[in-house]
């Protein structure tokens, strides 16, 4: 079962960036396709934010086109987030996920803990 932590997260002013980081335990990292959702509310659907398969294609929601960019880096283990020009509604508590394929339609494969960015004035 690989776990996953993330990091990074907190208070930006708007217009601010964040780089959230996401380590994942296990060997099965370079051959899983790595994602991040959000939920923006307690009581709402959580919602795709970005994706990138394990040979290197990237998805985006269009919300976040052209400000967010997703990476991987699989000799650490890490897939990363750079969120920037932030928005009052990017606030959200942020999660990783790793899968077998990127379909990103779907609630599979595992999660982490989630980590919470706020932005605000």
């Known amino acids: 079962q690989v776990q996953l932590v993330e990091s990074g997260g907190g208070l930006v002013q708007p217009g601010g960036s964040l780089r959230l980081s996401c380590a994942a335990s296990?060997?099965?990292?370079?051959?899983?396709?790595l994602g991040w959702f959000r939920r923006q509310a307690p009581g709402k659907q959580r919602e795709f934010v970005a994706g990138i398969s394990r040979g290197g294609s990237t998805n985006y929601a269009d919300s976040v086109k052209g400000r967010f960019t997703i990476s991987r880096d699989n000799a650490k283990n890490t897939v990363y987030l750079q969120m920037n020009s932030l928005k009052p509604e990017d606030t959200a508590v942020y999660y990783c996920?790793?899968?077998?394929?990127?379909?990103?339609?779907?609630?599979?494969?595992?999660w982490g803990p989630g980590t919470q960015v706020t932005v605000s004035s």
């Open positions: 996920n790793i899968r077998g394929i990127s379909n990103w339609n779907t609630n599979a494969g595992s």
């Open positions: 296990g060997s099965a990292f370079s051959s899983n396709a």
